[in-house]
């Protein structure tokens, strides 16, 4: 530090002290701030007693209003009571008054497929049962219950008040109007009508009826309002709302909440979705649904609308913390505007699914329900739906194994994709068995003649007769079967609760060693188990790489000998919680691939007389292809670009 700098820095330290002591508050300024200080904080102490004594005498009124109201009503007989009550209750939900008390009673009908329970709050589904299935823990299988936080039902305008109909107390009936004289009704070989009406005057109501079939899934739901024309007067803000919490059916919370979300179809077809990996998402869009999906990982609550009448959704969940919601995994809304005709009997014609997602079955419906389940998007899915569920259906025709059917798949998709599997052998081969020729041009054309050295390449590989994209090219043919594959098998209701060799669900990982211990990191990447499959698929892909790395001459680098390492290390830690079906797949996958590359090495390749061909492929002429000489002309220009550079 200079002379200079230490002047400037002192001038500048005085010049601050000095504004320092200059600015600073006289003693009359400091005694002013002090008061209107004082004063704030009386003010403010005022404010305080005043609303404390406020309080006080409003709680001495109410408690007098209270006693005085006591008193009298100690005066009344109880018709009077009555009377007064129904008078608010006249005065607060008008010719749907009779409605608004109740008691909770339930009806339960049962299917061949289904048990629903109804609830006359409301007048809705309370929860559905599905008798072909069973939780993880082997527990009955409930999708949903709609406890006092869900909801079913439409929120409308009547005499200008707004009626929910989720609060009102419905009247269970049969269709022959009769009251259930059972509180389990079963159907029978022919459809069953059940009734929840919301009776208001003399031949007004609302109510929902439902049909359900004998061997169905579905159950049809029409809304009817009849008499109400004149009470409806504003249709603008009728809605319907559908809240829902849905219930952790499977194995591994965090992998079958990551495969719950909502689906959407809008009338021009186009099918929306909420992201199922946030804790929160929402979805609000203009025009009309045909139907609205509340998607878990293998079965769906859907809610179905025949003439596209739910206009303008609004959708949205949240994920749940399992510490206060150890059962639930997400909650589930829907807010759709219905358009209500101005007649004095309306019909809405609606349906509901309740089952799982398999795909055949929800095709068959043919309103595209079965795009919820993920198989994968354009070529993945199209591989998905024309080649890989069809062979999976067609052995698990006489095949109940299925372990024994993924075997048997593993096989024919080997078999079929041999011949590429053989073309790319052939052409790794035939790229190490020219790779001391490569070489001598490699040390004839050092650095800072590349041009030259990849033309001198290109030469050898034509007169050779080898093309060095042979090798890749049958790869990324086959690509697409592998991508499908991994959508397919985490997605196979098939596969849930299918025991095979030490694997109890092969939806699900197999787990050989599980600890309860969060594991900071471990537990986040890896999780809290050992998957067998997982850990078996992983080293029989490093024993490909391996010897895949060995026969292939462009892996010498030390970049590949790395990712060699480390494919089958993410590999373990990705497949880890994934289904135990997918993980066997590949580990098949891996083992034939690994006999077939034997075989081929030992049987059918001999390398001194691929190198005869090849040389005797040099002396045949040659016509060079259109890519050869696109390739040759590519490269004449650059190097003459280079020159003129070169001359600047």
Not at 13 to 30: D, K, N
Not at 163 to 172: A, R
Not at 317 to 345: C, G, M, N
Not at 499 to 512: P, R
Request: glycine fraction near 4%; charged fraction near 25%; proline fraction near 4%.
């Amino acid at each position: 530090m200079d002379k200079n700098t230490i002047i400037g820095l002192v001038i500048i330290s005085v010049l601050l002290i000095g504004y320092m002591f200059l600015s600073r508050p006289s003693q009359e300024e400091i005694a002013e701030r002090q008061r209107i200080q004082d004063s704030i904080a009386h003010e403010q102490m005022v404010k305080e007693e005043e609303a404390k004594i406020a309080a006080e005498l409003l709680k001495e009124e109410t408690e007098k209003a209270e006693k005085e109201a006591a008193e009298l009503a100690d005066s009344l007989s109880p018709e009077q009571l009555d009377s007064i009550k129904n008078v608010k209750l006249r005065n607060d939900y008008g010719i749907f008054a009779k409605s608004v008390t109740g008691e909770n009673t339930f009806t339960v009908i049962e299917n061949n497929k289904m048990i629903i329970k109804f609830l006359n709050k409301g007048g809705k589904i309370y929860s559905v049962e599905l008798k072909d299935y069973v939780t993880f823990n082997q527990e009955p299988l409930i999708l949903f219950e709609n406890d006092e936080n869900s909801t079913f039902g439409i929120v409308l305008s009547v005499n200008g008040k707004p009626l929910v109909t989720n609060n009102m107390y419905f009247e269970p009936l049969l269709a022959e109007g009769k009251t259930p004289s059972a509180d389990t009704i079963k159907v029978g070989s022919e459809d069953m009508n059940f009734i929840m009406r919301l009776s208001a005057d003399a031949g007004k109501y609302i109510e929902y009826n439902y049909t359900i079939h004998p061997d169905d899934y579905m159950l049809d739901f029409n809304l009817n309002i009849v008499g109400l024309k004149d009470e409806i007067k504003d249709n603008t803000s009728t809605r319907m709302q559908w809240y829902v919490d849905v219930f952790a059916l499977e194995r591994g919370r965090d992998w079958e909440s990551n495969n719950t979300t909502v689906f959407m179809r809008m009338s021009d077809e186009e099918i929306e979705n909420l992201n199922e990996m946030k804790d929160a998402d929402n979805y609000e869009t203009k025009g009309s649904a045909q139907w609205i999906a509340y998607k878990q990982q293998f079965f769906s609550s859907i809610l179905i609308s025949k003439d596209n009448a739910l206009g303008d959704p609004k959708i949205s969940l949240v994920k749940l913390d399992e510490k206060e919601h150890p059962k639930t995994l997400k909650t589930f809304k829907s807010d759709a505007f219905i358009d209500i005709p101005d007649e004095q009997k309306i019909s809405k014609e609606f349906s509901f699914y309740f089952g799982p997602n398999k795909y055949s079955l929800l095709k068959d419906y043919d309103m595209d329900m079965e795009k919820v389940i993920p198989l994968g998007w354009g070529i993945f899915g199209w591989v998905n739906k024309y080649a890989i569920i069809p062979m999976f259906n067609l052995l698990g025709r006489g095949i109940a194994n299925y372990g024994i059917i993924i075997l048997l798949m593993t096989i024919i998709i080997k078999v079929v994709l041999f011949p590429l599997t053989y073309k790319s052998y052939m052409s790794t081969a035939k790229m190490r068995v020219l790779k001391p020729q490569l070489d001598e041009i490699a040390a004839k054309y050092p650095k800072g003649k590349e041009m030259e050295r990849q033309q001198a390449q290109m030469s050898l590989y034509q007169k050779a007769g080898v093309s060095p994209m042979g090798g890749c090219l049958p790869l990324l043919l086959q690509f697409p079967i592998l991508i499908a594959m991994f959508r397919f098998f985490p997605a196979s209701i098939e596969l849930r609760q299918q025991s095979f060799l030490w694997a109890s669900d092969l939806s699900s990982y197999d787990a050989i060693l599980e600890w309860s211990t969060n594991i900071p990191i471990i537990s986040s990447l890896y999780g809290n188990h050992v998957s067998l499959f997982a850990l078996l698929m992983a080293i029989s892909m490093f024993v490909q790489q391996k010897m895949t790395s060995s026969q292939n001459p462009s892996n010498s680098m030390p970049g590949m000998k790395v990712m060699m390492w480390m494919m089958p290390v993410l590999m373990l830690l990705w497949f880890n919680k994934y289904s135990s079906g997918l993980s066997y797949y590949y580990l098949l996958a891996n083992l034939f691939s690994i006999l077939q590359t034997w075989i081929i090495q030992r049987f059918v390749v001999n390398e001194e007389k691929l190198l005869a061909q090849m040389e005797a492929n040099k002396a045949k002429p040659k016509k060079k292809s259109k890519w050869m000489q696109k390739l040759e002309e590519a490269s004449r220009k650059q190097q003459e670009e280079m020159r003129k550079q070169q001359k600047r």
